[in-house]
């Protein structure tokens, strides 16, 4: 789920949410999570429009930042612990099993990667890298009913080069509110097979040639480990604040191709929604 990123920080965020209202918390949301939005009010359609700016690395492995205006929003329906989500270019179906258990199903698709996304010609010579559709399955494990504390899991599949990408993650929820506001974070460690991980990070024999970096076929493996905070506030009844901020540290195979200009990356992110 990627959302548009970051004119402020965090703590700015979080500053500004002290001073927000209280949301009313009558109607529980399919989870608490401020990371997993539910706009049904707790059933039937729900629907969010927003914009939100994003400070990230140019790609992945890029020293290079900038800035982006996103549109947010999304279209769901809810029926019981079942929730539809239609979220930009993803599609997902999300269930509660047991209060324990988060189960998620979803299609998206992975974005691209061309010459031009580097300002600096790092990209130059480099074969472009197309979007490709990816399925996706979550399962998360709660160790109390309120998902204070949970561990989980995410593997994503693709077509084309994409291959396989798997999280393995432990989250945490600050606070006692029920209505999905307040502050989630989580640690996380990325796993990937070898298309995945040349998708992103790999200099092919004739990439090689035409840019001047040197040849980096990488094993499939451990890819980066990382953490995420995510704070969704609310301004009276229609009005959302998410913000969030994530910091990834690449493995050694990852630091030693030449695409990866650093050996971390860093994003910001900040969107305001209202939640009709």
């Given at each position: 789920m990627q959302s548009p990123k970051r004119l402020f920080t965090l703590a700015a965020a979080v500053i500004i949410g002290g001073l927000m209202t209280a949301h009313a918390e009558d109607e529980a949301p399919l989870f608490p999570l401020p990371f997993t939005p539910d706009f049904t009010r707790g059933a039937g359609w729900g629907f969010a429009l927003g914009l939100g700016v994003e400070y990230e690395t140019a790609y992945a492995g890029s020293d290079e930042y900038e800035f982006e205006l996103d549109p947010a929003g999304a279209i769901q329906w809810r029926k019981g612990n079942h929730l539809f989500s239609w979220e930009g270019l993803e599609l997902s179906w999300t269930t509660r099993q047991k209060d324990r258990w988060y189960i998620q199903v979803d299609l998206g698709l992975d974005g691209e990667r061309e010459e031009g996304d580097s300002d600096d010609g790092r990209l130059d010579g480099l074969d472009e890298r197309e979007d490709e559709f990816t399925g996706t399955g979550e399962l998360r494990y709660a160790f109390d009913g309120e998902w204070r504390n949970y561990v989980g899991t995410r593997v994503s599949m693709g077509d084309g080069d994409f291959g396989t990408l798997g999280f393995l993650f432990a989250g945490h929820r600050f606070g006692s509110r029920q209505d999905g506001g307040g502050t989630e974070l989580f640690l996380y460690a990325k796993l990937a097979d070898r298309?995945?991980?040349?998708?992103?990070?790999?200099?092919?024999?004739?990439?090689?040639?035409?840019?001047?970096?040197?040849?980096?076929?990488?094993?499939?493996?451990?890819?980066?480990?990382?953490?995420?905070?995510?704070?969704?506030?609310?301004?009276?009844?229609?009005?959302?604040?998410?913000s969030g901020l994530e910091f990834e540290y690449y493995s050694n195979d990852v630091q030693a191709s030449p695409i990866a200009r650093e050996d971390y990356a860093a994003e910001v992110e900040l969107a305001m929604l209202y939640h009709f």
């Open positions: 298309d995945n991980l040349n998708r992103e990070f790999g200099v092919s024999p004739s990439e090689s040639v035409t840019s001047g970096l040197a040849e980096t076929d990488l094993d499939g493996g451990y890819r980066s480990s990382g953490l995420r905070i995510v704070d969704r506030r609310f301004v009276g009844e229609h009005i959302q604040i998410v």
